[in-house]
């Protein structure tokens, strides 16, 4: 598949390289050689640069755009992303993203207006963002929450604690036939773990389950999590377009308050969100006297959602110290992922990964085949639909001999999830969830044909 990214920043070159681990043909354009330049330098990526305008005929013509199967805009500038999806379709890209900064742009009613111009889909980081961060701040005890086919199936990432009652338990003797749920990876310290039988849990891991809804109860039982608050009051600090969004689309039960160093930000939020439930308070989101004036320690969570990472991380830690459990914060720094995870952050919202999540299944749905999601340092989370005589068709899962460090999580039939043991029996067109490491993903295509969608949500999360 042959695909143009336009812009070489932070979401293009993100992009760009986790692309180039597949089998595609990657041509990242920016007209400023310095970034494309530092891209190169960085390491062998299989991708070829070029240093022309993304918004010049001449310069689309000459990265072959006119044979492109995907057309990318990620520049910072939302009016040139369209202006170069609009030449792009009608050079003859087959598909077209641009990425933008008005929300007003994503809402499905307008979908057919750019559709009509040539603009197939629409990226709005701070949207997709605001997004993972309710879905964290409705849940105060996962670490990350994803829903599979709809919510057939359910994920879960939990950090485990001391009252966890599943620690220190081989997984053959926690997760035997009849369990409502498997463990299908672990993250501890630097190492991803796909478990095994004789693998266990131990304190401080963060465990991602597969289960489906009518257990989430029950797990949040056995990780020890009952205690924890639910989460009706927010302090926010930092007032940009993606605290906007999470105002907006807060559930009724939930306050918020929003702390803006910025006076004609603050007017403008008092515009944007006229809404007794939210209020917006000018100052310093790092002024521990102001913070404690507007009650964090009545707040059951804190998000630290500004431009400055190291900022962020530190808000949260402060708010932690004075008795906020639950803290989000906005890591755009990709240097700082795994920082702010040692540091017992809480829930990380990186923009450039779930923007690339998102382009991911945009791509899923051109009928892409075999694109890899690289999840927690070389682990991947794939969605394969078993073919009509594949060989997992053939017997039992426990007698498929799957190659070590390869974990079934769980499947679809017929509309319905349902988990994978040792008995079951997968059928053709059977949707099936699997996690290995990145160096297995080739061999599973002989078990299943070719992967046809993967879980975008999961890259954020592992990093």
């Given at each position: 598949?042959?695909i143009?990214i ?13 692309l ?15 970034k494309?330049?530092?891209l190169?330098s960085e390491g ?6 070029l ?7 001449r310069?689309?013509k ?11 805009a ?5 009016a040139r ?5 609009l030449?792009?379709?009608t050079?003859?890209a ?10 007003e ?10 559709q ?5 889909s629409l990226?709005y980081?701070?949207?997709l ?7 964290g ?7 990350q929450?994803?829903?599979v086919?709809g ?8 950090k485990?604690?001391?009252t966890a ?11 035997a036939?009849?369990?409502?749920y498997h463990?299908v990876?672990i993250?501890r310290?630097?190492a ?11 304190l401080g891991d963060?465990?991602?389950?597969m289960t489906t ?12 999590k009952?205690?924890y608050a639910d989460v009706k009051?927010v302090?926010?600090m930092?007032?940009g ?5 999470v ?5 009724d039960?939930m306050?918020?308050?929003i702390?803006?160093?910025n006076?004609?930000r603050?007017?403008?939020?008092s515009?944007l969100l006229?809404?007794d439930?939210?209020?917006?308070i000018?100052?310093?989101?790092r ?9 964090i ?5 804190f ?11 530190l808000a ?8 906020v459990?639950?803290?989000?914060a906005l890591?755009?720094n990709?240097?700082y992922?795994t920082l702010a ?5 809480g829930?990380i919202?990186?923009?450039k ?9 945009i ?6 085949a ?7 340092a070389?682990a ?5 639909i078993?073919?009509e005589g594949?060989l997992v068709t053939k017997s039992l899962?426990?007698d498929l ?8 999580g769980?499947?679809v039939?017929?509309?319905?999830g ?5 008995n ?5 067109g ?10 297995l993903i ?5 078990y299943?044909g070719?992967p ?10 592992f990093?």
């Amino acid at each position: 598949m042959k695909i143009v990214i336009a812009g070489a920043g932070a979401v293009g070159t993100h992009l760009a390289k986790l692309l180039s681990k597949e089998d595609q043909d990657i041509i990242l354009i920016d007209e400023n050689p310095e970034k494309t330049d530092k891209l190169n330098s960085e390491g062998n990526y299989d991708l070829l640069t070029l240093n022309v305008s993304p918004s010049s005929i001449r310069g689309l013509k000459e990265a072959g755009v006119p044979h492109a199967d995907l057309f990318i805009a990620v520049m910072p500038d939302e009016a040139r992303n369209l202006t170069c999806c609009l030449l792009a379709h009608t050079l003859g890209a087959r598909k077209t993203v641009a990425r933008v900064d008005n929300s007003e742009y994503v809402q499905p009613q307008y979908q057919p207006y750019f559709q009509q111009m040539g603009i197939d889909s629409l990226i709005y980081p701070e949207s997709l963002a605001a997004r993972d961060i309710l879905e964290g701040l409705k849940r105060s005890w996962v670490r990350q929450y994803w829903e599979v086919h709809g919510g057939t199936l359910i994920m879960l990432g939990i950090k485990l604690r001391e009252t966890a009652r599943i620690l220190n338990v081989p997984l053959r003797q926690l997760c035997a036939p009849g369990t409502p749920y498997h463990v299908v990876a672990i993250k501890r310290d630097e190492a991803t773990i796909i478990p095994g039988g004789n693998d266990e849990l131990r304190l401080g891991d963060i465990a991602y389950f597969m289960t489906t809804k009518k257990f989430i109860s029950y797990i949040r039982e056995i990780v020890g999590k009952e205690t924890y608050a639910d989460v009706k009051n927010v302090m926010i600090m930092g007032g940009g377009r993606t605290s906007v969004d999470v105002a907006n689309g807060r559930p009724d039960y939930m306050t918020m308050k929003i702390i803006e160093q910025n006076e004609e930000r603050c007017l403008r939020l008092s515009e944007l969100l006229d809404d007794d439930e939210v209020r917006i308070i000018q100052g310093d989101g790092r002024d521990t006297r102001l913070l404690l004036e507007e009650g964090i320690r009545d707040m059951q969570a804190f998000a630290a959602l500004t431009p400055e990472t190291e900022t962020n991380i530190l808000a949260c830690l402060a708010a932690k110290r004075m008795g906020v459990r639950k803290t989000v914060a906005l890591v755009e720094n990709m240097e700082y992922v795994t920082l702010a995870e040692k540091l017992d952050i809480g829930t990380i919202i990186n923009k450039k990964m779930i923007a690339a999540s998102h382009i991911y299944q945009i791509m899923l749905n051109t009928d892409v085949a075999n694109v890899k999601c690289l999840t927690i340092a070389n682990a991947d989370v794939a969605e394969f639909i078993a073919s009509e005589g594949s060989l997992v068709t053939k017997s039992l899962v426990k007698d498929l001999r799957l190659p070590q460090g390869v974990t079934l999580g769980g499947l679809v039939r017929d509309g319905e999830g349902q988990l994978v043991g040792g008995n079951t029996q997968i059928q053709a067109g059977d949707s099936v969830v699997v996690f290995c490491m990145s160096s297995l993903i080739k061999k599973l295509e002989r078990y299943f044909g070719k992967p046809t969608t993967v879980i975008d949500s999961i890259i954020q999360t592992f990093r």
